[in-house]
């Protein structure tokens, strides 16, 4: 599958890990597991791209998937997953990001809500400077909580959450949002509808 279908081989490979933490919520006992699951998942759809290595000087063949990649020059932010693409430094270290995927998972035992949220600060910068194409936030919870508490739990940047059926979740149509977040739990998905001064 090329490169430039990146939205459609996200959609694919999210769709998956929704179906395995739904099916079984503690089949991934750490955001890791998550982690590592969806970018094998990503990697194997992905064509691999030439870079330049900055101290060699010579062309390599990559992956684009990246786990812990930097954000840009003017932050220090790492991102769980990104999908990258050359751009006109060629320096695998500087590449253009047009894919961002954020991931949390947490229980009531475990709750990750303020670091969801920072997640989600951090996809909604990038709304404004133009610079991705498709940021994903996903707060896998293991377990089941009325979806009323999630708006009340993050009212301060979230205005509403829509349930939605995973089979109508897609990053590739036209009207797909820029930045899409998601709580899921194992019996529902709600998906940000609103932000809140965003």
Known sequence: MANDNYKSIVSSAFIDILKQFRENPYYYFYEEDIRVDLAQKLIKESEQIEVTH???????????IKCEYPGNQQNNNRHDIVFVQRNSFDNIYILD?????????????????????????????????????????????????????FDI?????????????????????????????????????LWADTYINY
């Open 153 to 189: 739990w993050f009212r301060d940047i979230i205005e509403k959450f829509k349930k939605v059926e995973m089979e109508k979740i897609t990053f590739d149509s036209p009207d797909s949002p820029l930045i899409n977040s998601f709580i899921v739990t194992p019996d529902s998905i």
């Open 54 to 64: 900055p101290h060699s000087h010579k062309k390599i063949l990559t992956t684009p």
């Open 97 to 149: 990001i047009p894919v961002i995927i954020e991931l949390k998972l947490g229980s009531k035992s475990y709750d990750r809500c303020s670091e969801f949220k920072e997640d989600i600060k951090k996809l909604l910068g990038y709304k404004y400077n133009h610079s991705i194409n498709l940021g994903i936030a996903v707060y896998f919870y293991q377990d089941e909580v009325e979806s009323k508490l």
